[in-house]
């Protein structure tokens, strides 16, 4: 079963941010938080990893509360294309299987 | 540097038939994971390989269905006996042995049973 829990779906303007929050109460010390991204009917995409530091890479910022019980993904100028389905994925960051929980729908409307 | 290649994107079986999906995984990269995805639903695990071993079969439902990934070659999912119930998109992915989980996927086979 998944970790996380996720809002079921969003919408966000064009040009604006997208915050896409995360909630992982029971993530131990040890796991890494993942976003994964799935545009429709394509296999899904890397986007952001983070332990406890908040990260920011081309993509996206990930920010980590402090005690590691949620996350933020944020898309700082969420565009048409970034309409997908986001994974947040509580992952221990040592390869295997990774648990696709139901994910939240980002739709970006012009 | 070609990414993930699947083949074929598209599969159409009649039931009792046989299903054959192949996975090429990104070069350089030794582990693949094949996942399922059914219409209107999540993606699920199914199996981890390594070059000729099995890691991680949890997910692979008993009967009808296997996976290889030979030392050579692609990695293999096969489904015998296919029923309508494996009509879905099945997603391969790949990493090396040093990225954690970070795995990249492929575009999917989308197998319809008819």
């Known amino acids: 079963d998944a970790k996380t829990t996720q809002p079921t779906s969003m919408d966000c303007a064009e040009g604006r941010a997208a915050n896409l929050p995360c909630n992982h109460s029971?993530?131990?010390?040890?796991?890494?938080v993942y976003w994964y991204r799935q545009i429709h009917s394509q296999g899904p995409q890397y986007i952001i990893h983070?332990?406890?530091n908040n990260e920011t890479n081309e993509m996206a910022s990930l920010i980590i509360t402090e005690d590691r019980k949620s996350s933020t993904l944020i898309l700082p100028h969420a565009t048409l294309r970034d309409t997908a389905v986001y994974y947040c994925?509580?992952?221990?960051?040592?390869?295997?299987?990774?648990?696709f929980g139901q994910g939240t729908e980002l739709s970006v409307k012009p | 540097n070609a990414g993930v290649m699947q083949n074929p994107r598209h599969l159409v079986r009649r039931r009792g038939q046989e299903a054959r999906l192949r996975c090429s995984p990104m070069?350089?990269?030794?582990?693949v994971y094949w996942y399922r995805q059914l219409p209107e639903e999540g993606l699920k695990f199914m199996v981890y390989?390594?070059?000729?071993?099995?890691?991680?079969e949890s997910g692979m439902p008993k009967e009808r269905f296997s996976a290889e990934f030979p030392k050579e070659g692609p990695s293999i999912l096969r489904i015998q006996q296919v029923v309508r119930g494996d009509s879905a998109a099945y997603f391969c992915?790949?990493?090396?042995?040093?990225?954690?989980?970070?795995?990249?996927f492929g575009a999917g086979t989308r197998l319809s049973v008819l």
């Open positions: 983070g332990l406890k």
């Open positions: 994925i509580v992952d221990g960051n040592q390869g295997g299987k990774l648990i």
């Open positions: 390989l390594q070059k000729e071993n099995i890691i991680d």
């Open positions: 070069k350089g990269h030794s582990h």
């Open positions: 992915a790949s990493s090396p042995s040093f990225e954690g989980s970070i795995q990249y």
């Open positions: 029971t993530i131990s010390g040890n796991e890494y």
